[in-house]
Structures are given as C-alpha cells and as structure tokens.
C-alpha cells in the first residue's frame, strides 16, 4: 500500500493520494485514528541493513538493478496468488519492465483518425481579454481618477531652492500614469487594478524624488452606484516631511585648488534632497574636473543617511579623481590620414600645459572637419610619466580611419539679368599630403562659361591657416561687358569655420589677369575690344561678433578689403580699390530676425574709362540690390538694339537699349526682416543703391527694390527664393526680379 501511495502522490496531487488511502481501506474494520498505519517495527524490517564495516565496498548499479528486478517479480507472484491481474508485456515479451506498453491488440490504435473538418471548433476570440482591439467590447469598463493629500505639499514644498507643489507632482505623474495613459477605459477589473498599483509606485517615485522619502501612496477603487456611471480609483497620498541636505561629504584624495569638487557640486547644506538636482551635480563634477586636470576622474556610488528627527539626510559621494594631468605625447593608430606631426597642427594646446577636455572635444572637432576621416576618437590615457608642477603626462590617443578623400560637387542658381549658372567640382582633399587638395571646377551658365584648377592646402603650419594657388579661364557675357579672361591667382587666409568662429580673420595674395574685354567708348558711341594686364594684391580683414556664420540671429560683421592695381592695356595705370562693408542681425523675438547690411566701394587713381570693365562697380542682382536685374544699376548708355527693325511697320522695339558701363563707386544698403518656422521661413525686404562715376560716392539718386521671400533652412545653410519689383521703375528695367541662391543674403 505505501508503494502504490507514492506512485499517486508522484503523478497527481496529494488531494487522489489521501481518497485512495480511504478507498483501499473501506473494506477493512475501521483503525484507530490514533494508532499508525505501519507501526515502528514493520518500518524497520523495510529498511536494508547498514554494513558494519564502512570500509567495505559499495554494491555496484548492476547489483541494485538485480535486486529490483528480483523484488519486482516477488511482487507479481504475490499478487498473482491474491487474484490482481498481472500488467500485460510488450510485444518483445520483457515482462520485467516497470511500466508496459498497452496492448498490442488495443482497437483504438488500428482506428482511422478523425477528420478534422468533424469537430466543431469556435476560434478564439482574445479581444475580450486584451486592449488590442479597440472597440466598445474590448473597453466594457470606464474609470476616472483623483488624487488625494497633495495639498500639503503647497506648504512643506516651499523652498527657496527647488519648490514643489501639488500641480508639480500631478502634472509630472500625468506624463508616465498608467491610468492616464489608458484614456479612462479598460477591458476589466483586474486591468485597472494593475494599472492603479503601477501608478502608486509612480507616486512614491515621483515624491521621493522631490525628497519625500516617507511618502505613502494607497489606492481604492470606488464601485459605481447606478448603470452609466464611472469606477473610480482614489489615490490617497500622505507625503510626509521634506528632507533637506545635511552634512555633505566627498571621499577623495587631494585636489588642486582644494574647493575644486565642492565648488562644482550645486546642491549645498539645508536645500531640499531633490534627485534631478543631486544627478546634474554629480554629473557636473564628472564635466568639470576634466576640464580642470583631471582627465580620469570617476564618481562612486552615493550614500545618503536619512534621519527622520531632524529631517535631513548626510549626503556622500565616492570621488576617484586619478592623477592630476597635463597633456602629454599624442600617439596615432588605425589607418591615418596624416601623422601625429600634422595633429600637432590642428591642436589648440602644448605639451606640458594642464589638461583641459575642451581643448581635446575641440581636436576631434577639428579632425572630423578636415573631412579626410570616417572615423575618429580622441582619448587621454595615463602615462605614468611625471610631468610638470606636480602633475602626470597624459598621452593623447587618436584613432583614425581615413575616409574616401574624393568630393563631386555641384550647385546652381538663377538670378534676373544673370541667367542660369551651373556649377560642378571634382576635390581630391589629400592629393598633396597633409590636406593638400586639388580640385577641378567648371561652370556653365547662360552668361558664364569657364573652368579653373586649384591647389589648396588646409591648416598649413597654422590651425584654419590656408595657402591657395590657382588658374582659371572664363567667358563672361554681360549688359555691360563682354571678356575672355584668364588669372593666376594666389591667397593666405586665416578664417573661420563652423567649429571655431573667430572675431579676426584675414586673407592676402595676388592676381595676375590678361583679359580681353568689350567696353563702349563715348568718344565714337561703339564698342571697342580692348586687351587689359591686370596685376593686383588684394587683401581683407574682417570682425566678426555674429552667433553664426551660415545663418546669423545677433551680432555684427565689419570687413574691409583694399587691392592695389596696376593696369596695361590702355596705357600704364595704377590705382586702388577699396570696398567697406557692415552688416548686423538682431534676435526681435523667439522667431524674428532683423538684419541690416551697408556696403561702400571706391576706386582711385585712374579714370573710369581707362580701367578694364570687369574691374569696376556695378550693383544690381541678388547679392546686391534685389529688384534690379544683375549690374543694372549706374550709368548707362544708349545704343542701337539689334532687334530692332526699322523696315517693319509692326515692330514694337525700342530702336535704342540702355546697357550699364559700371562705375568708380557705389553705395548700397539692405533692410530685411526674418520669420522662421520649423524648417521654412519668409523674409520681407528693402534693397537700396546706386554707382557713381566719380571716385566719391554721392549718396543722392538712390534707387529702391522691395519684396518678398522664402527660405528653406538645411542642415548646410538656408535655400533662398526671393521676388522683388523696382520702385519707381524706369523704361527697359523689370517688373519683377527673381533670384534663386543657397545661404541668405547676407
């Protein structure tokens, strides 16, 4: 009976075990509860006897198999002679297994299989137990909340530093609710009951926080009194006190100075415990002490004791700070585009000075400009090397993968009076180790063909120091002259860059043209072709206060540029050029910009006509006075129109046409007013300007365009569209003038 009791107990509960017990016995007289079903004795005779020598060998496996199987056929033989059936064999005959097999001969197993298109089988429908579906059945239950006991937070809130309230906490736990976030429906009870213990612990959260550490939160749930009213879920809240700081202490070595990480930890003594504020803090000293030498730094866990007496919390912080450093060796891996020699370069640091981890951002930064690289890294590491004033080196790793160094290129415009102006480049940016560049560029447009060829190298021997030398040949065909031109040119400059914005810039070099030019000549009323050799050395300064250089909101921008010329061609003449220009922006509001811009040009030295055309001024188009086709403003003359045709009687052309002649002067100014939205924006606008023959600006006859346009602002720079009218428009001058660019127009 115990072994049939076990083999029960093994494959069901213990529930079957004790109802068998019961029913194998019913048959015998009634036992004593009190007396056991197997006494003390016959247990004992069960159990094998232990060897008396603990020294002798156990029995083996097969030993105990035999033993079971002995004791297996003892069993059958007595229940044989009891009257049990015996349990039927396997077909292979092996009586002596455990459990056999069913009978060979069972008729349900030779029985064909039902079809499964017989039974009749309802799909199941999880909706009513999920909210995947978002019908009226999947939400049969509608709740609202409300939240109890935070009044008292309008009063132990108040702070100097920090001060929450009721609306603070509700307005947060709105943001992450469970029961908000489920729109006041559910499928059941049980969802809102889950939703209603999220939202609890949400609350405990949110207070502890805000340095309610004893806050309990206790959620009801309030059944509806009538059909159609809601479930209510009651969170009532008793916060308790406020924790403020204590003691705080800081585990660490010395600093230099001493405050340095107390100093960088805002939080201080009798402020409430407010864990957004306490996370800023710890992450400020891991921000800030790299910034002051210690590159290596590492924060530890945080331990804050409460006491609820006096209601405040002692506060310390693990700080590892490591050695204090400065900037040692820089050391290059991977697959460079130049040597460590050249990173030296673009560094805005020298050996020995304390380390700063802006200055090391600041050399990525520079690295991934280059535009040489696909992947690049920056990282300090200990040397162990001492270094000076008591500090250690800090190698400087940089990892490098060199990138594709071949750029295609291209762009395009249209401006009135201008035409279409295609434009493409082919850039090789390390042809010429490190960072030498070639590039090859052409343009067609309806008024411009040409091609040039430069060379180009970036930060030579200096950081944003560029030294260029180039040739080009272009055909230029406009009203107010006509040239083919070819230049050798060569420039140093120190600019800016989106990464490093300087309030100093500079640029110098020389140009040497021979061009050969068509100009019209007052003395006989045609034009003439004239061949002019031009040698020039123009240079330009520039101050820069703006925030930005592709799309300024605030600041100001004044440059200068003066090229002293010599010109052969219509004898030997020597003058200057000299061009003024500032402009300014003003942040008006979230999303309006005003700028202004004033431009003033001057030649000196020689007559106007006895300087090549392409080297006079001219104003009109759209990076000048927009309503004005391009070089439109400034004297003029008149002269036949070839389409006119004085033999028919229809004819509507003018007999005459006015074409520009340029001038020694000019005055221009720009108005504009800039509203942004997301990633577009319109722009109204007020050009003014005119040319002046004499060397002098004259400031009077000034012409006026005004309009309209639009912007699509790219991570490269704004994409402009601008429309514009003359006022007061003279015979042969537009109605409407459209310019098509990239970036603003100024």
């Known amino acids: 009976m115990f072994r049939t009791a076990f083999a029960v107990f093994a494959l069901g509960s213990i529930c079957p075990t004790l109802a068998f017990a019961q029913d194998s016995d019913a048959a015998q007289t009634v036992q004593d509860p009190r007396e056991p079903i197997i006494d003390d004795a016959e247990f004992d005779a069960t159990i094998p006897a232990i060897d008396a020598d603990p020294d002798n060998p156990m029995g083996s496996v097969a030993d105990w198999q035999a033993e079971q199987q002995k004791l297996e056929r003892e069993t059958r033989q007595e229940d044989a002679e009891d009257g049990i059936a015996a349990l039927p064999a396997v077909e292979d005959g092996d009586a002596d297994e455990l459990i056999a097999d069913a009978p060979v001969n069972d008729p349900e197993i030779d029985a064909d299989l039902v079809p499964i298109e017989s039974f009749d089988i309802e799909p199941f429908d999880e909706s009513q137990f999920t909210e995947a579906d978002g019908g009226d059945q999947a939400a049969a239950l509608r709740y609202e909340y409300r939240i109890d006991g935070l009044d008292a937070l309008d009063d132990t809130g108040a702070s100097l530093v920090r001060p929450v309230g009721s609306s603070d906490i509700i307005g947060q736990f709105a943001e992450f609710s469970a029961l908000e976030d489920g729109d006041g429906k559910a499928a059941n009870g049980a969802m809102v009951s889950a939703r209603m213990d999220e939202d609890q612990q949400l609350l405990v959260d949110i207070l502890s926080g805000q340095g309610y550490f004893d806050a309990t939160v206790n959620g009801s749930v309030e059944l509806p009194q009538s059909d159609g009213e809601k479930l209510t879920v009651g969170l009532q809240v008793t916060p308790g006190r406020r924790y403020d700081f204590g003691r705080i202490l800081f585990e660490s070595g010395s600093v230099v100075p001493d405050d340095l990480i107390i100093r960088n930890f805002v939080p201080k003594t009798g402020e409430p415990i407010v864990a957004e504020r306490v996370l800023g803090a710890e992450a400020n000293i891991a921000v800030a002490l790299p910034q002051e030498g210690y590159p290596f730094v590492k924060t530890g866990q945080r331990d804050i004791l409460l006491d609820p007496e006096t209601g405040t919390g002692d506060y310390a912080l693990p700080v590892d700070t490591g050695p204090r450093s400065s900037y040692g060796d820089i050391v290059t891996t991977g697959t460079p585009a130049f040597d460590a020699d050249h990173i030296k370069v673009l560094t805005r640091f020298d050996k020995g000075e304390l380390y700063d981890s802006r200055m090391v951002d600041d050399l990525r930064k520079a690295l991934v400009a280059t535009g040489l690289l696909s992947i690049v890294s920056v990282k300090a590491t200990p040397s162990g090397i001492e270094g000076p004033d008591g500090t250690e080196y800090a190698t400087i790793n940089v990892e490098q993968e060199a990138g594709p160094p071949r750029t295609l290129a291209g762009s395009a415009g249209y401006g009135t009076g201008q035409g279409m102006r295609v434009e493409g480049s082919w850039t090789h940016r390390n042809f010429f180790p490190p960072e ?245 924006g319109v722009v109204g606008f007020v050009d003014a300007g005119q040319v002046y023959t004499s060397s002098t600006p004259g400031f009077d006859n000034l012409r006026y365009g005004v309009g309209i346009g639009g912007r699509f602002y790219t991570n490269f720079g704004p994409m402009r569209l601008d429309v514009a009218t003359p006022i007061n428009r003279q015979p042969g001058e537009s109605r409407v003038s459209i310019y098509i660019s990239i970036g603003q127009a100024f």
Do not use: C, M
């Open 436 to 680: 030498g560049a070639l590039i090859g560029s052409a343009v067609i447009g309806t008024q411009e063909q040409g091609t040039s060829l430069t060379f180009r190298r970036s930060n030579a021997g200096k950081r944003d120091k560029t030294v260029e030398f180039g040739i080009s040949a272009l055909h230029s065909d406009f009203d107010a002259y006509e040239a083919f031109t070819g230049r050798i040119a060569g420039r140093i400059s120190y600019d800016s860059t989106p990464i490093w914005q300087k309030r100093f810039t500079y640029s110098y070099g020389f140009e040497l043209l021979g061009t050969n030019e068509q100009d019209f000549n007052l003395l006989t009323g045609t034009r003439d072709r004239t061949t002019y050799y031009v040698a020039a050395l123009p240079g330009q300064v520039t101050f820069d206060t703006t925030d930005s250089l592709l799309d300024p909101t605030e600041g100001f921008r004044l440059s200068a540029k003066l090229s002293p010329e010599a010109s052969l061609g219509s004898g030997t003449q020597i003058y200057g050029r000299g061009l003024i220009e500032g402009t300014t922006y003003y942040q008006a509001g979230e999303s309006v910009v005003l700028a202004g811009r004033v431009r003033l040009g001057s030649i000196s030295g020689a007559d106007r006509e006895l300087i090549a055309p392409s080297r006079r001024y001219y104003a009109g188009g759209g990076g000048s006075v927009r309503g004005f086709g391009y070089q439109q403003l400034g004297p003029k003359v008149q002269e036949p129109n070839p389409k006119f045709d004085a033999t028919d009687p229809d004819e509507t052309d003018s007999p005459t046409i006015s074409r520009p002649i340029g001038g020694r002067s000019l005055v221009e100014a720009a108005a504009e007013i800039r509203y942004r939205f997301g990633d577009y």
